[in-house]
């Protein structure tokens, strides 16, 4: 695979891994912590919380995780099952703001690596927001993804998405926080 100077991802690799030891999650540990941005913790719910990804398809891509510690859709109760829902609407909504994208591709992880996905025993939907031509000829020919965007500029323009909501206001951690109710 060929090289991509991303000097932005030094903060991932550096970063202090403080996930809890009982659990181990890095999606129970990131939504709690009080900065959200260097978590990229763009916004939350009661019961979820919408991060971006840090190995992105496309620029914008996220994840819209329950609190709940589990692999089992069946073990989310009504009310996270409808925050997540509805989170997962505001994303999208968001996305469409902020981006301006053609299209959607969204997925829920329900396992490990045959699903497709490193971190099996919390459920998680990726939203990935697609444009019209985003697929060239790099992966094709020399294995090599290109992001066009920067993860801290997605994550302004995502969070200014989400504040601009009437049921959002910025929590003292800096993620937006969503009022459903």
């Given at each position: 695979?060929?090289?991509?100077?991303?000097?932005?991802?030094?903060?991932?690799?550096?970063?202090?891994?403080?996930?809890d030891d009982d659990v181990g999650c890095v999606f129970c540990a990131?939504?709690?912590?009080?900065?959200?941005?260097?978590?990229?913790?763009?916004?939350?719910?009661?019961?979820?919380a919408v991060m971006l990804n840090n190995y992105p398809y496309n620029p914008g891509h996220c994840m819209v995780i329950p609190d709940v510690?589990?692999?089992?859709?069946?073990?989310?109760?009504?009310?996270t099952l409808l925050d997540h829902a509805r989170l997962k609407q505001a994303t999208l909504d968001a996305l469409d703001a902020a981006l301006g994208p053609d299209a959607f591709n969204t997925g829920l992880n329900l396992g490990g690596g045959a699903a497709g996905g490193s971190i099996g025993d919390h459920l998680h939907t990726h939203v990935v927001p697609r444009w019209n031509g985003d697929t060239n000829?790099?992966?094709?020919?020399?294995?090599?993804?290109?992001?066009v965007e920067a993860l801290d500029d997605t994550y302004d323009r995502l969070h200014d998405a989400f504040l601009a909501r009437p049921d959002a206001t910025e929590a003292p951690t800096g993620a937006v926080f969503v009022d459903f109710d």
């Open positions: 695979m060929e090289q991509v100077f991303a000097p932005w991802r030094i903060e991932w690799v550096e970063r202090d891994d403080t996930t990131f939504p709690g912590r009080e900065h959200a941005r260097q978590h990229l913790v763009v916004a939350r719910t009661d019961h979820a510690h589990t692999g089992d859709y069946g073990d989310l109760n009504a009310d000829f790099m992966p094709v020919i020399s294995d090599t993804k290109v992001i």
